[in-house]
């Protein structure tokens, strides 16, 4: 009996070991196994959480090879790496204080990115918690991506704002619409943003340049500069569209890039690699108007540009987060009314 007794309770205590490790760290799931087709990839063949964890199993999830690690990881870490180069335009010799208006568009610009980096890393992160939740987790990072390059100019902050909040709701349409050409659909829609966010820099590549109004002024900076910037740009984001578009390696080779090297994981390198060179471009402007505005600025400007304000930057974006939000509400609701019933089913398997 006590043989018996001592077994049992060997075996409710290696049961209970084996239940905390799961509440941390529970096993992969393949698609093959339970039915976790809501949360499954073209061409990634396992590696998948199971969408019921935990939020500290999801942190732990972080430090495992998921098919999620590296695309948490690849957006992750770039936040500090853009935090280093941003943070170089307070050390500038003249520049003025942080707090400055003159610097106000440049901080709506790294808050923008900032917060589409973060959510993209907690996006992948935390998805697994539920099928509603995964959907809510992607509807703010489309939110991100469409609010981030918001411009801080009169003439287009209307038709800025216009054009994030159609890619919004296309984007999120796609995960309950479209799903077929989803990946396609998104890519495509973004380019309204880019080429209007990129209206200023057109006009610049193509203005001339005016002369100095002294001889004894220094030379601006080569245009090239600035235009090496823009087309790296340009050619990071198509890379990444192509990656995007494609699925690249792992249609080639599926399962074999379930972990790491999958087509999102470069997807992510280069849209950073992207916002990257943007950034630089953004500098190199910067540091001209800084130094000598009437080398940057046409002779055809009006003498007084309105200065940036708090209402037309962080005012504009705050207005802007507003109507985000209350897309993805709208979209989350419709995501609980179709997958509340799935959540439900899943966990009594």
């Not at 923008?112 to 959510?119: D, E, K, N, P, T």
């Not at 609010?147 to 704002?161: E, G, H, M, Q």
């Not at 235009?227 to 494609?246: E, M």
């Not at 993805?328 to 899943?346: E, T």
């Amino acid at each position: 009996t006590r043989l018996c007794v001592s077994r049992l309770q060997h075996v409710n205590y290696a049961q209970e070991t084996m239940n905390k490790r799961r509440r941390v760290a529970p096993l992969l799931l393949k698609p093959a196994g339970r039915d976790a087709s809501p949360v499954t990839e073209n061409f990634i063949l396992s590696g998948y959480r199971f969408p019921d964890y935990s939020l500290l199993q999801c942190l732990v999830s972080a430090f495992r090879p998921t098919n999620e690690t590296g695309n948490f990881w690849t957006h992750f870490l770039p936040i500090f790496v853009f935090a280093f180069h941003f943070l170089e335009i307070f050390e500038w010799e003249g520049a003025p204080t942080p707090g400055d208006p003159f610097f106000y568009p440049a901080w709506n610009y790294f808050i923008g990115v900032f917060y589409l980096l973060l959510a993209s890393s907690l996006a992948h992160l935390l998805n697994s918690m539920s099928l509603i939740i995964r959907e809510i987790c992607f509807f703010v990072d489309y939110g991100t991506i469409s609010a981030y390059t918001l411009p801080s100019l009169t003439f287009y902050i209307p038709c800025s704002c216009l054009v994030a909040i159609i890619c919004v709701m296309t984007c999120c349409n796609t995960r309950q619409r479209w799903r077929r050409y989803r990946y396609a659909v998104r890519t495509l829609v973004f380019l309204l943003p880019f080429f209007i966010s990129s209206t200023p820099v057109f006009y610049r590549l193509l203005s001339p340049l005016p002369s100095p109004p002294c001889p004894t002024l220094p030379a601006p900076p080569p245009p090239p500069t600035m235009a090496s910037f823009f087309y790296r740009h340009c050619f990071w984001l198509l890379v990444s569209a192509l990656f995007n578009i494609s699925k690249v390696p792992e249609r080639f080779s599926p399962g074999n890039f379930d972990i790491w090297g999958h087509s999102h994981q470069w997807f992510h390198c280069c849209t950073f690699l992207s916002i990257l060179d943007e950034l630089h471009m953004i500098k190199v402007e910067m540091r001209a108007l800084l130094l000598h505005p009437s080398l940057v600025l046409s002779p055809a400007a009006p003498p007084e540009l309105p200065g940036p304000t708090l209402s037309s930057t962080y005012g504009v974006m705050m207005l802007l987060q507003g109507c985000i939000a209350s897309i993805i509400i709208w979209f989350g609701r419709c995501a609980y009314q179709i997958y509340a019933p799935q959540q439900k089913l899943l966990k009594t398997q």
